[in-house]
């Protein structure tokens, strides 16, 4: 049987028929009693397209160049000039020179919630990059979903950071360069889901480990190249022992500063640790969890890529989560719903980017309030209702009359409907998690993008004509031939855009001995994603043998995984895997 996001296929009493695509899905009676505590009747769409439907209001990857309507100056923006005008750069956005009151309307109830909102949505400023840059954070006006950071650059779905780049739900991390989901580390490079570690490079899995290179599923070790399920090793070479001096002497001969060996280097590592034993899920410190990824967490269900959640389902990309349902890359959010970014939110549901707010509902860009509906671009309010402020009696009639109303039409539970959605599709984080072709697109009523912005055929200099060993580039930035690294535009391997390699990321690599990367960034990124599995869960029984491990044969415990059942890997369950790993 599969469980997934995406198709669910069960018998009881919560079977539904997804209103979107047609497809079952099951509604438990825990899930009914979450719905209860915000009074919504039960959800109308699957998880699935809920959660596709929520990503549409969030472009990750792709900016616009444009002017802030306030202060005029040139800004890089998540929103199309062309479809978007009333975009403000961070410093207007942030400061007291405007006033999102002044853009108040009363209720209509001759018309729709969601109509009036539109209106609404449509006429307050935006903020060109979502982040607390000029606030709660320093010199990164280039980063995305990013909070109390510094110095850091295109970097998404963040906070606690310092002088990181190009990361992706990475945390509490210092001088880091491109990793996906790492947190509470430092000095660390193309790493994927690790913890707690320092000065490490091509790491997968790891965690509380140091000075190590291309390994896979490491605790607590040291010193150690090309290895794979080791637990407090050091020196270690292929899973082999090595003195301190021999380790030393091999290190220097493999020439990893080469693009090339790199890159020979890191495909023999993936043939290497293909033959490794695999936990069900990648679990630390967890308890009573499903899905994969997740760390210090208990009683979370079908949750991804997360740290710090209890009693939560349908969770993924996020640090610290308390009973909360459905919300995409968030920290530190207590009893919220279908959200995206509720970040140190409460009581938060059907709303985007709404930061350090309590009791809030379908509302866009506020931070710091209390008690609002449908409002937008706020701070610092209470007792509003699109965007105007009612006296704490007024507001909660009001409110209820409103809600009324949206439960007559049909409104009141579900997400903004895709006419209020700033962004072609193919622009969002729906395309990448949930990929559709231009006609079903339309055919759901959002827009398709037919021009992405990125840049072709800018390139100064090919890689096949500069050394492709760091070792031959000076720390001046020379490349031989008296061209500066950071003045030049260089074009991908992979996808052939124009991208350029910044002064402070060409330090990073210049200090840690890493070659000069030959993809653009985004193509990075999605290598670093492919490592990591589906956010969908399959029925599979443990492929254990081995044994001693507490079976005769082969074993039978079975779980729910991330693995496919078509995948070449060895699964194990949780005692098949404790015990072989201390084989290692």
């Not at 609404?120 to 990164?140: H, I, Q, R």
């Not at 850091?152 to 606690?160: D, P, R, S």
């Not at 033959?275 to 979370?300: E, H, M, W």
């Not at 840049?455 to 060993?469: A, C, Q, V, W």
């Amino acid at each position: 049987m599969l469980y997934c996001r995406h198709n669910l296929k069960l018998t009881g009493m919560g079977n539904r028929t997804c209103t979107s695509c047609k497809k079952d899905f099951f509604i438990a009676p825990e899930d009914e009693v979450f719905y209860e505590k915000f009074k919504v009747s039960n959800p109308t769409k699957c998880p699935s397209c809920r959660d596709r439907t929520r990503l549409t209001f969030r472009n990750e990857r792709y900016y616009y160049q444009g002017n802030c309507a306030l202060c005029k100056k040139q800004i890089i923006s998540v929103y199309d000039p062309v479809f978007v005008k009333n975009v403000y750069c961070h410093e207007c956005f942030w400061s007291d020179k405007w006033d999102s009151s002044t853009y108040r309307r009363d209720f209509d109830f001759g018309k729709s919630f969601f109509k009036q909102y539109k209106e609404l949505l449509k006429d307050v400023p935006k903020l060109a990059m979502m982040n607390d840059n000029g606030t709660g954070s320093e010199n990164c006006e280039y980063t995305y979903d990013v909070a109390f950071a510094k110095d850091c650059y295109l970097v998404l779905a963040a906070w606690y950071i310092q002088d990181c780049m190009y990361g992706f739900q990475i945390n509490h991390d210092k001088d880091c360069v491109d990793n996906y989901f790492v947190n509470e580390s430092q000095l660390m490079y193309n790493c994927v889901s690790c913890e707690n570690s320092y000065n490490c490079q091509d790491l997968l899995q790891c965690s509380e480990s140091t000075d190590c290179m291309f390994c896979f599923d490491l605790k607590n070790c040291k010193n150690c190249l090309f290895c794979s399920g080791l637990r407090n090793k050091q020196y270690h070479i292929l899973n082999k022992q090595y003195s301190k001096e021999e380790y030393s002497e091999k290190l220097a001969a493999i020439n990893i500063g080469s693009w090339k060996n790199r890159e020979k280097y890191r495909q023999e590592f993936l043939k290497f640790i293909a033959n490794t034993p695999r936990r069900y899920a990648n679990f630390i410190n967890c308890d009573g969890c499903t899905g994969d990824n997740l760390v210090n967490s208990k009683n979370a269900i079908e949750c991804y890529n997360y740290r710090g959640l209890h009693d939560c389902k349908w969770m993924a990309n996020g640090d610290i989560g308390k009973d909360s349902y459905e919300c995409y890359s968030s920290g530190n959010c207590e009893l919220c719903y279908d959200c995206i970014t509720p970040d140190n939110g409460y009581n938060v549901m059907m709303s985007v980017f709404c930061w350090k707010c309590k009791f809030v509902a379908y509302s866009d860009n506020c931070h710091s309030c209390q008690n609002l509906f449908g409002c937008v671009g706020m701070k610092r309010k209470n007792f509003c209702i699109l965007n105007k402020q009612y006296s704490e009696k007024e507001y909660f009639a009001l409110r209820e009359k409103i809600i009324d109303d949206m439960k007559k039409s049909g409104e009141y539970g579900e997400f903004f409907p895709a006419d209020l959605c700033p962004f072609a599709y193919n622009e969002t984080s729906a395309q990448e998690w949930h990929p559709l072709d231009e006609k079903s697109v339309i055919d759901l009523g959002y827009r398709w993008q037919k021009n992405l912005p990125g840049s072709f055929g800018k390139e100064t200099i090919r890689f096949e004509n500069i050394s492709d060993d760091i070792k031959n580039i000076s720390t001046d930035g020379d490349m031989g031939n008296g061209k500066i690294v950071w003045k030049e535009i260089f074009r991908c391997d992979k996808c052939e855009k124009s991208f350029k390699i910044v002064q402070k990321e060409f330090l990073f690599y210049k200090k840690l001995g890493i070659p000069l990367p030959h993809l653009c960034i985004d193509c990075r990124y999605y290598y670093r994603k492919s490592l990591m599995n589906p956010l969908v869960l399959h029925d599979r029984e443990c492929m254990c043998e081995t044994a001693g491990h507490d079976h005769s044969g082969k074993c039978k415990e079975s779980f729910k995984t991330s693995y496919a059942p078509e995948r070449k890997e060895k699964v194990y369950c949780e005692n098949c895997y404790n015990k072989t790993m201390y084989l290692y």
